[in-house]
């Protein structure tokens, strides 16, 4: 997944530098704006800001205090750079939510891995979830948003297991979780391997995942290489009596035994255009009604929305 930068820059200097340091990493965007563009940075929810404090004509701190009131940035890490090597003033910017003061002029070794290793820290933060190791709702909403506000086209495709309550049930929570493990590495696996740099994958909760690719990633192959994966490895978390059987028997509270098809994988797609979504909840309605029709057929199976765009 690229890793957008933004540094706050009236004279461009810091920005020739840190693409040249980081010519080999195509994963790392560096974008830079002026003082009284900061709007646009902070609509993007970068992954980092740095701001040259030398060039900027906003005071530093009034400035970083300004970036910590935006909802969608109040953990953007922020880099401060300048030449003021005073310890009161550096405590002082750093009282300020501030990652790192750094005084210029600086080594080009060491701004490299303060940067790659910030990312580095924020990536493993943000994987809220202990069972996966992947982004939760607050990471996937911003996420969204990030992408409707840059007015860009795009896919989410919603991921459910099918009939996963009664093989919780049956084999119970920690075979339960081994079987959400396995979901999610192959979700992450072929999502990235179609759209390796601009995709992003999210674990909504449970048993419910959430994948976003770009406009050009062939995101039908992405279910169907998805649900072929799947189909082939979950076999390993059942017995060889009930995957011959190919169902499941309990016995419910009133001592009658049930039957339930095999856990199955669903998955719902939905094309995000700017013209037609307005904000996430429309396109997790959207989600929400595609991923349901594809839990009513039998088996593992994928639904695109297709409907066409607002009037």
Known sequence: MIQEIFIIDEDKEVLKETKRIFKNKKEFKFSSMKTDEIDIALKNIPSLIIINADTVKEDIISLCSRIRENEDNSITPIIVLSSND????????LKNEVQYYITMPVDDEYLYYTIKNIIGLMYNNRRVSPLTGLPGNVQIQAEMKKRLLNKEVFEVLYFDLDN??????????????????????????NTHKEDELNSFVGHIGGDDFVALVGENADYEKICQDVIAEFDIGIKNYFSEEDYER???????????????PLTSISIGAVIVDPKRFYNTLEIAEVGAQVKHTSKIIMGSSYVIDKRKLRG
């Open 246 to 260: 190919g169902y499941l028997e309990a016995t419910n509270r009133k001592g009658v035994v049930e039957q339930f």
């Open 86 to 93: 005073d310890k009161q003033h550096r405590i002082e910017v």
């Open 164 to 189: 996963f309550k009664a093989y919780n049930d049956i084999y119970g929570f920690l075979q339960g979780d081994e079987i959400i493990k396995y979901t999610a590495r192959t979700i992450v696996k």
